[in-house]
């Protein structure tokens, strides 16, 4: 495909999809389809689109994430601008007559407080294009930024927009993406490498999936930029193994996107080549970390190393690599379409842009919803995301799994973007935000995410791989009442130890859930050493008697 | 060649471009505390040991993998540094079973070296007593993983200077161990040359030559200096 058979299909496709009554957009990424069934919906809406004899005026497709994953399955009515949530199979005739008062109390209309208080940059073709065909992808105006890359900009300038645009890294680090991209496309080598890093693994995060399954093209797209501004040739996504929806998602597109000459040897008939391979991760949590996720591609036990070098100078198999998250390389495209003006103009002066939070626990709408950086953390969760149940009070969110912290009452007014977290001892992370009401001791929280983090350590430096087990015994010992308060100055020195001397991210964050939660929370680690009981009333910690 | 000149712990020291700070401290008299470092054989900075402070870095770097460059400010024994030391030895004996009394290597361990330097006189974690196997199917040697600190020298011994990497680490976080082959009886390896070496380079008692009793195990590393500059030199083809 050449430029102007690009733009000619865009055309074709919007005129095609114009001419359409109605589209009924099933979401199709895993939470949907494996635990709900939207498949099999997808189906009856077929059925009843044949018994009512509307075929090629009414269209069944499947999409990404609508947002409502806690009352899965969602379809979204495209001229009604309204979506349904928990729907079954025998609401198919209703959704294709367009009958509204079926949905009565399951509908969420797009000017809706939980659609209209989001700013959807990473997932606005959620609800708009079949992550299954290019063609939707392309229609939505896909693969123009990587078309205006190629036909007006030069590596330089693409660098130099991203850089403008003030994007971040969303893996975590939130390191300037620009930057990084400056480092690489410095790098004297005939060969380099771009990798996209889709091994999402944080407790209750599940982002980074969505978007490969909901969207893989505009993945895709955003890595074949890098290349471009970068000078690489050939790209790599790591997934991890237990996503096979997204493996399966991203290995179509590719396939597509090679067909369509927008990846290969002359992408967009011109004079630049990149090719995308899929790597699978078998599920190590430690090879999210950049220089384990390399050893993995490169057949290596999956350990980090010391950094420097990083991988902008020596990365895989020694060139310069460029390595960023998938929710980074998803923000890509329309900066460069939309221009870096438009990005910067979201968000706050230090934070730019949108980020996309997965909602989990004790929440009324768990799911994904995209914002501003800086909006606070009380407009996602009690405007946007409808609160917590009646019966239940907000105790604490955690943000960022088990390598952040946790945000308590009295600050859900902090506004959600890097440093000001930081300043209450927590972190944006890769996005997850699981809310935990009254019911949930703080003391066994940190507990859970300190077993995690034991459970994955790879072993390879002594502070974490033993650091962990230690503060993970320590805090088993307190909750269980035989606890003392010398055992909370152990735990802040075993963290002092981790934070200083940890080889990699892992080790280093590993106590950032126990020491947020022992600022915000004392009063429940000394509940259950003096008084042998749980404030929360979820453990029973008791003191154990010997009587041998 | 250009050297460079930097100041470690006070003193001005030169080094070659590429050395490590570890080699120019070293060189220099200033014995920098380590465990998975040994001459000749490819630095991982797992032990997290070496870790020195360099002006205008906010992260402590560990010195064997770090080169040096010119005007360096390099602190290598500040109280913070000894803090986090001691408690990374003290992690590392109550994660297994050291227990000195009965090891073969008592008296020449480079960990309990290393304990007595750092003034390590009791332990305040817990000790784990874990369950470890040991492993006598050779016919010459043992691995006792209840010695066992995972510094990796073994493993990058026997694949680098050997050539035989009948090493490797395998399982994850606490559970990870040193194992032969694909996790075989080391005995049954179908890559060892029973060369011996592993166990020369092992810090402690974990690896030992069967007949030595406790406190009888002396290790000798003179054969790594000896391959080692011979491969530097090319003095193998002469």
């Known amino acids: 495909m050449n430029i102007e058979e690009l733009i000619e299909t865009e055309q074709q496709e919007r005129e095609r999809q114009a001419g359409l009554r109605n589209r009924i957009l099933c979401c199709s990424v895993a939470g949907c389809t494996a635990a709900a069934g939207s498949a099999a919906i997808r189906g009856s809406i077929e059925a009843a689109i044949q018994e009512q004899g509307l075929p090629g005026e009414v269209e069944v497709c499947g999409t990404g994430c609508l947002g409502l994953c806690g009352h899965a399955p969602c379809v979204r009515s495209a001229n009604l601008n309204e979506t349904y949530h928990d729907v079954t199979a025998a609401d198919a005739p209703y959704l294709v007559r367009g009958d509204r008062s079926r949905f009565e109390g399951r509908t969420v209309r797009d000017t809706d407080a939980f659609y209209a208080g989001q700013c959807r940059v990473v997932l606005e073709n959620a609800g708009r294009v079949d992550p299954e065909r290019v063609l939707d992808y392309i229609a939505a105006g896909g693969y123009k930024g990587l078309l205006k890359v190629i036909s007006e900009m030069t590596p330089f300038e693409v660098v130099e927009e991203i850089k403008k645009s003030g994007l971040r890294g969303r893996g975590g680090a939130g390191y300037p993406t620009g930057l990084k991209w400056e480092l690489v496309a410095r790098q004297e080598s005939p060969v380099k490498y771009v990798i996209c890093n889709a091994d999402e693994g944080d407790p209750g995060a599940f982002m980074d999936r969505s978007v490969l399954e909901g969207d893989p093209h505009r993945v895709l797209e955003g890595m074949a930029i890098a290349a471009f501004a970068v000078g690489a040739t050939q790209g790599y996504i790591y997934v991890r193994g237990e996503s096979p929806l997204a493996v399966e998602r991203v290995r179509t597109a590719i396939r597509q996107a090679e067909r369509e000459g927008l990846l290969g040897n002359r992408v967009l008939d011109h004079n630049f080549q990149f090719r995308i391979d899929v790597r699978i991760g078998a599920g190590a949590y430690v090879c999210g970390e950049e220089t384990a996720l390399i050893a993995s591609i490169e057949g290596q036990r999956g350990t980090p190393r010391p950094r420097p070098p990083y991988p902008p100078e020596k990365g895989l198999w020694g060139a310069p690599t460029l390595i960023n998250n998938v929710e980074t390389f998803a923000n890509i495209a329309p900066i460069i379409r939309k221009g870096s003006a438009w990005y910067a103009s979201m968000g706050t002066a230090a934070s730019r842009g949108t980020k996309v939070y997965a909602l989990a626990g004790r929440i009324a709408k768990p799911g994904l919803v995209e914002v501003p950086m800086g909006t606070p953390l009380r407009t996602i969760l009690f405007d946007i995301a409808g609160g917590v149940p009646a019966g239940y009070a907000f105790k604490a969110a955690q943000t960022g799994g088990p390598a952040a912290g946790c945000i308590p009452a009295q600050h859900l007014d902090v506004p959600m973007e890097y440093e000001s977290l930081q300043a209450i001892g927590s972190m944006i992370g890769s996005g997850g935000l699981i809310v935990v009401d009254n019911s949930v001791c703080m003391v066994d929280l940190a507990r859970f995410f300190m077993e995690f983090c034991m459970d994955e350590s790879c072993g390879k430096c002594i502070p974490c791989r033993a650091g962990t087990v230690q503060m993970h015994d320590t805090l088993d010992r307190i909750i269980k009442g035989r606890g003392s308060e010398a055992d909370l100055d152990l735990l802040a020195e075993l963290a002092g130890l981790m934070r200083a001397t940890s080889l990699c991210g892992l080790g280093m964050a590993a106590p950032n859930p126990v020491m947020s939660t022992l600022r915000h929370f004392k009063d429940e680690y000394l509940a259950h050493i003096h008084e042998h009981r749980c404030l929360a009333g979820s453990c029973t910690p008791r003191e154990e008697v010997a009587l041998v | ?238």
Not at chain 2, 33 to 58: I, K
Not at chain 2, 112 to 134: I, K, N
């Open chain 2, 1 to 238: 060649m250009r050297v460079r000149t930097l100041e470690i712990d006070g003193q001005m020291m030169t080094g070659a471009p590429g050395e490590s700070i570890f080699n120019v401290a070293w060189n220099n008299g200033i014995h920098i505390p380590r465990m998975c470092h040994l001459g000749g054989l490819t630095d991982v900075g797992a032990c997290r040991l070496c870790l020195v402070e360099v002006e205008g870095q906010s992260r402590l770097l560990p010195s064997c993998m770090t080169p040096v460059r010119e005007g360096m400010v390099v602190r290598t024994n500040t109280p913070a540094l000894q803090k986090h030391r001691k408690l990374i030895v003290e992690l590392l004996l109550a994660e297994r079973n050291h227990v000195c009394a009965v090891c073969v290597a008592n008296g020449a361990c480079e960990l309990q070296d290393l304990a007595t330097s750092l003034g390590v006189d009791h332990v305040r974690v817990r000790y784990r007593h874990p369950q470890c196997e040991v492993d006598l199917s050779h016919p010459r040697f043992g691995l006792d993983h209840n010695r066992c600190i995972l510094c990796s020298r073994c493993v990058r011994v026997c694949d680098e200077v050997e050539g035989a990497h009948n090493w490797d680490i395998g399982h994850r976080g606490t559970n990870a161990r040193v194992i032969s082959d694909f996790g075989t009886a080391w005995g049954d390896s179908e890559s060892c040359t029973s060369c011996g070496k592993c166990v020369q380079v092992c810090p402690t008692g974990a690896l030992f030559s069967k007949g030595a009793s406790v406190g009888e195990m002396r290790k000798d590393r003179s054969f790594l200096k000896y391959i080692v500059t011979a491969r530097e030199k090319h003095q193998w083809i002469r």
